[in-house]
């Protein structure tokens, strides 16, 4: 291939995509790159000014964004954002389940609060967000969804039981949609991130965050800037024949 089919293989440019939890950390710099490859970014994530600021820093880069507060655990929220990105841009071609909520309890303590809230964001926002979005993404010639689990799927969970549950459940999900969703030309893949620098990681105590950065072969925290590559990866073409996969970016963690 020459280096204008392997660029195009890349170019976002008349496409649509939401990026939920998209103000701060990978969110942020998924809308960001999104957005550099020609892409409509849609950011959303729960406060306001967040998701204003980062469709300012997309806008001021030269890019389209729209700034679309919502809450991934309300069911009203994930239409209302569907609703704003097609008013908006006539269409939704790529869809990024990054929105988390990290709540956990040890087992033996996990209230019915806990793992209620931690799964409707976790598994049901995902969840209800494409079938809102279904409609869009069935004429769209180029759609993918992207959900973002985590490499602690491929470990115990022990800690962290009810946040990695429900990233199993996304995770599962994905394969399902997948399949189910491969007659309407819609691909759908699953990110499972290792440890990154973002908040989620930085709210821990500083020797959980040196354990962290120690567990994988490489031993280090990724920028996330180091996600970027997979993400666009599965939002392109470049990954035209790839569909109900999980791409580990762990640093070897789990390999």
């Not at 269409?91 to 609060?113: F, K, R, Y």
């Not at 967000?129 to 279904?134: G, I, R, W």
């Not at 869009?136 to 973002?148: C, D, F, G, P, R």
């Not at 997979?230 to 762990?250: E, H, P, R």
Request: glycine fraction near 10%; charged fraction near 20%.
């Amino acid at each position: 291939m020459q280096r204008e089919e392997i660029e195009r293989l890349f170019d976002l440019r008349g496409r649509v995509a939401i990026v939920t939890g998209g103000s701060r950390g990978l969110g942020l710099e998924m809308a960001t790159s999104f957005a550099a490859m020609g892409a409509r970014v849609v950011v959303a994530s729960r406060k306001a000014p967040a998701c204003q600021e980062a469709a300012r820093a997309i806008e001021q880069a030269g890019g389209e964004a729209l700034a679309v507060p919502a809450h991934m655990g309300s069911l009203e929220d994930a239409e209302r954002l569907v609703a704003a990105a097609v008013e908006r841009f006539g269409a939704i071609d790529i869809v990024v389940n990054n929105a988390a909520n990290a709540l956990s309890q040890p087992l033996g303590e996990v209230t019915p609060d806990a793992w209620g809230k931690s799964h409707d964001v976790n598994l049901r926002g995902p969840l209800m967000l494409v079938q809102h979005a279904l409609p869009e993404l069935t004429k769209s010639a180029h759609a993918s969804v992207i959900n973002i689990v985590t490499s602690g799927v491929f470990t115990s969970g022990a800690g962290y039981a009810i946040y990695v549950s429900a990233k199993a459940g996304l995770m599962a999900l994905t394969k399902a949609m997948a399949a189910e969703f491969v007659g309407r030309g819609i691909r759908v893949n699953a990110i499972a991130p290792g440890t990154f620098d973002t908040d989620m990681v930085r709210n821990n105590p500083p020797e959980v965050v040196a354990a962290m950065a120690g567990a994988s072969p490489m031993g280090r925290i990724a920028s996330p800037r180091e996600l970027v590559g997979a993400a666009l990866f599965l939002a392109s073409d470049a990954s035209s024949y790839v569909t109900g996969t999980t791409l580990v970016v762990d640093g070897g963690m789990t390999s």
